[in-house]
């Protein structure tokens, strides 16, 4: 069976491994950080006209406080954020692309938007915006002794690239799968190979695992 290590956070992670399962395939989860919920102070829900969430666990980890904003519009980026945004009581979700920057290009009659987001993310910027840091997803100091660096790495966002790359040593016998090609950029160069998933989706980045993992079988 074809190993894959999972590097995202829970229960992002859990999430994946299921799905690779599924596929005949082998996870291997070792997460790279993990997410704990921050305090934070909710503004007046009257001051926004809609809340933009580029993150699930902005919606996962946002606590009871969220309940005050979820009479308005939300737009969520990526389909797991949309999920994750409905579970946490918001109605009127609208799933964007998966870079936030590129979903505030399609909000053009939302005049005060509220940002709910984790302590490190990516710096977004247009009048009317607003920001809220719930939740802060905190770096490992080495790779989890689980870690298998023979499986295909999948790599689900630019700051884990980042991260993996620092800590993994040796690049030349490392396979990565990456989810866009943002985030094959942020892994750097010299692996030994690096594939892009043709939709910035979970389900694309497993799909294309399977096929690398096929084709290797087919090539021994």
Known sequence: MSKLLILRPQPGADATAERARALGLEPIVAPLFTVRALDWEAPGAGDFDAILLTSANAARLGGARLTG???LPCYAVGEATE???????FDDVMAGPSDGAALIETMADVRRLLHLCGRDHAALDRPGLSRRI????????????????TAL?????????AHFAALAGPRAEIRLAALSEAVAQAAGAGWKSVA?????RDEAL???AAKLCQTEREAR
């Open 206 to 208: 497993l799909e294309l």
């Open 83 to 89: 999920d994750a945004a409905r579970a946490a009581g």
């Open 69 to 71: 904003f979820t009479h």
């Open 134 to 149: 719930v939740y802060a997803s905190d770096p490992v100091p080495s790779l989890p002794p689980q870690a298998d660096l």
């Open 196 to 200: 892009v998933a043709a939709h910035p």
């Open 153 to 161: 790495v999948l790599l689900h966002s630019p700051r884990a690239a």
